[in-house]
Every structure is written in structure tokens, then in C-alpha cells.
Nanobody
Framework: VQLQASGGGLVQAGGSLRLSCAASRNIFGRNTVGWSRQAPGKQRELVASLPNADSTIYADSVKGRFTISRDNAENTVYLQMNSLKPEDTAVYYC???????????WGKGTLVTVSS
């Protein structure tokens, strides 16, 4: 399985970006998808995850500003990021947890830079 993330870029504080992550095949199904990020000099951290259509998990730092969603038919997961802050600057990675095998698949990151 290959995951391709896109949508990163440079944005001013207060702005918005929408990240997309497309899977190479129809695999999302009932598996968990999510986004994590890694800022320079920091450990990778969970941003948001979507175990199924009825529940979402967000890091406290992004609650109320970021929204994760998925389109199983298009094999794509999205991260809508609003009210961006300089501390949101990081490389963002999408991932998929394949429940049947307990394997995590990671996409290549996409850089988000928020200027003050």
C-alpha cells in the first residue's frame, strides 16, 4: 500500500490549508486512518485519527481548528486546517492502520509552514 500526501505549503498565521492523502488501492474500509506531524527538533506526534465514520480523535492543540475526514470511495483522507498558528509548522504524515494485520503504513510527509 502506498500513501501519497499533498496540500502542504506556506501560509500566514490565521490562514487555512487542506491536506489530502490518497491510497494506492481501495483499502481504507474499516481501517483507521490519521495524520501525524513532526516539527524540527521534536518527536512525531498524533494530530488526528479517524477509526470509523462515527468517531474522531484530535490532539488537544488542534481541537476546534482541524478536521479530519475520509472518502472511502476515493481512498482519500483529508485534514482541513483552519486558524493556523506558527507552532503548527511541521512535516505532516498520513498513515493507515491495517487492523487485520496490525501494520501501519505511512505516506511521505508534506511540509506545512505557518509564518507569523
Amino acid at each position: 500500500v502506498q500513501l501519497q500526501a499533498s496540500g502542504g505549503g506556506l501560509v500566514q498565521a490565521g490562514g487555512s490549508l487542506r491536506l489530502s492523502c490518497a491510497a494506492s488501492r481501495n483499502i481504507f474500509g474499516r481501517n483507521t486512518v490519521g495524520w501525524s506531524r513532526q516539527a524540527p527538533g521534536k518527536q512525531r506526534e498524533l494530530v488526528a485519527s479517524l477509526p470509523n465514520a462515527d468517531s474522531t480523535i484530535y490532539a488537544d492543540s488542534v481541537k476546534g481548528r482541524f478536521t479530519i475526514s475520509r472518502d472511502n470511495a476515493e481512498n482519500t483522507v483529508y485534514l482541513q486546517m483552519n486558524s493556523l498558528k506558527p507552532e503548527d509548522t511541521a512535516v505532516y504524515y498520513c498513515w493507515l492502520h491495517l487492523v487485520a494485520t496490525n501494520i501501519y503504513y505511512w505516506g511521505k510527509g508534506t511540509l506545512v509552514t505557518v509564518s507569523s
